[in-house]
């Protein structure tokens, strides 16, 4: 049954998403280092007093908008094991959760770059993850590779095949796709992204990668 829209945000929630969207915007553009509350706060239009009672640093505020604000890969991948041996089969799967990794990388590389520029901002951000219970990032790895180990028993997969090996293949290719993407800004020199469409991206590098394992 349909609820209908959801109602406008207001008071503290508008807030908060509006935080959250200026935190975005600037983590984007100046990256995650040269970002401040301060900033955050003005380009939000509110106090760092208000800013700090949603948010308690802004670490937190770069897992927030890691979660709330970049395309969801996380959760596709939760929630994939559950799926092994339904009708659609290990292609259409892991084709959807090419797409939604291509997506996350593509969204998150330019926010989380500056992360790998100072060892004391990343030491922190890892902690402020173990804090908040949020998931790292090599729970994409494990999810996936649960999900083929899953569709292996059943017979849907190959059985020589590496689970995990073919976790990371597949996530190494995102990643790498999602890194060119952005270097070429839209600029691409002919041929230097193949295939070019990201749905056929993802649809050739499953196939790809299936048809390695004999399947």
């Avoid at 969204?107 to 989380?112: K, L, N, V, W």
């Avoid at 090996?165 to 597949?170: K, R, S, T, V």
């Amino acid at each position: 049954m349909s609820h209908g829209p959801s109602a406008p945000l207001s008071g503290g929630a508008l807030t908060r998403s509006r935080i959250l969207d200026a935190a975005a915007a600037l983590m984007t553009n100046v990256g995650l280092a040269h970002t401040t509350t301060k900033q955050i706060a003005r380009e939000a239009g509110c106090s760092e007093a208000a800013l700090y009672k949603h948010f308690r640093s802004k670490e937190e505020i770069f897992v927030r908008v890691l979660h709330e604000r970049v395309p969801q890969f996380s959760e596709t991948l939760a929630e994939l094991p559950e799926r092994a041996g339904d009708e659609r089969g290990p292609a259409e799967h892991l084709r959807d959760v090419t797409l939604a990794a291509l997506r996350f990388y593509r969204r998150s590389f330019p926010i989380a770059a500056s992360l790998f520029a100072s060892p004391e901002l990343l030491a922190t951000h890892r902690r402020k993850l173990d804090e908040l219970g949020a998931v790292g990032p090599q729970n994409a790895g494990q999810h996936l590779a649960a999900y083929l180990a899953a569709e292996q028993k059943l017979g849907r997969l190959a059985a020589a095949a590496d689970p995990y090996a073919m976790a990371n293949l597949l996530i190494g290719a995102c990643f790498h796709r999602a890194f060119l993407d952005l270097f070429f800004a839209g600029e691409a020199p002919e041929g230097a992204l193949r295939p070019a469409d990201e749905e056929e991206f993802a649809t050739e590098t499953v196939r790809a990668l299936l048809g390695g394992t004999g399947v």
